[in-house]
């Protein structure tokens, strides 16, 4: 079993769409949860970090933690083209573990 | 402040060859990670460094790879007698403290070994 597993998509979503990305962890004791965001051929960018369950707003993104159901969630409103890329899901244990990554498209 | 600065952006080995990759963290920084990314793929830890200690390489192929980060300079990932399975991208990042934090990560450097 895989520490972090996101489905790879790809997820397409029209432009004004909210885009759901989904990620589940196996270490019941992971402390910190954040979603990076990579565009073809660069680095990963950090957009968010949650840290307890509920949600957390920044903008148009939206982060939900269930820590119960062992599952982290990543909603943007409003999808804009430019926000076509893949987001890594990322949690700690012993490590800082990545998932694979969704990679999502929005057409305009 | 400069964000956290990786060197070659681009390396071209030919397999047999050695391959040194640097990494210079964010200023205020004393903790590095390397990760590598194959193509479609996502990252994997490799090993994770403080000023001249090795904290955790469990990550790290037992043969061939080799990391450091000494008191004065950057920390260099170091691939001796290349093959064309090391072709990835390696992403450097540092962080102030321990992992409890998000990673700051460098631009990459894209290994294609020939």
């Known amino acids: 079993q895989k520490e972090v597993e996101q489905n790879s998509g790809p997820l397409s979503v029209p432009e004004g769409a909210i885009a759901s990305l989904n990620c589940t962890y196996s270490?019941?004791?992971?402390?910190?949860f954040f979603w990076y965001r990579q565009y073809s051929g660069k680095s990963p960018e950090l957009i968010m970090s949650?840290?307890?369950?509920g949600d957390k707003e920044d903008g148009r993104f939206t982060a939900q933690l269930n820590k119960a159901s062992q599952y982290v969630s990543l909603l943007i409103r409003d999808s804009q083209p430019s926000d076509s890329a893949t987001y890594l899901c990322a949690v700690t244990g012993n490590q800082f573990y990545f998932g694979t990554g969704t990679s999502l498209t929005v057409i305009p | 402040n400069a964000g956290v600065m990786q060197n070659p952006r681009h390396l071209v080995r030919r397999r047999g060859q050695e391959a040194r990759l640097r990494c210079s963290p964010m200023k205020g920084h004393s903790h590095v990670y390397w990760y590598r990314q194959l193509p479609e793929e996502g990252l994997k830890f490799m090993v994770y460094l403080q000023k001249e200690n090795i904290i955790d390489e469990s990550g790290m192929p037992k043969e061939r790879f080799s990391a450091e980060f000494p008191k004065e300079g950057p920390s260099i990932l170091r691939i001796q007698q290349v093959v064309r399975g090391d072709s990835a991208a390696y992403f450097c990042?540092?962080?102030?403290?321990?992992?409890?934090?998000?990673?700051?990560f460098g631009s990459g450097t894209r290994l294609t070994v020939v």
């Open positions: 270490d019941r004791g992971s402390q910190s």
């Open positions: 949650i840290y307890s369950n």
């Open positions: 990042a540092s962080s102030p403290s321990n992992r409890v934090y998000g990673y700051t």
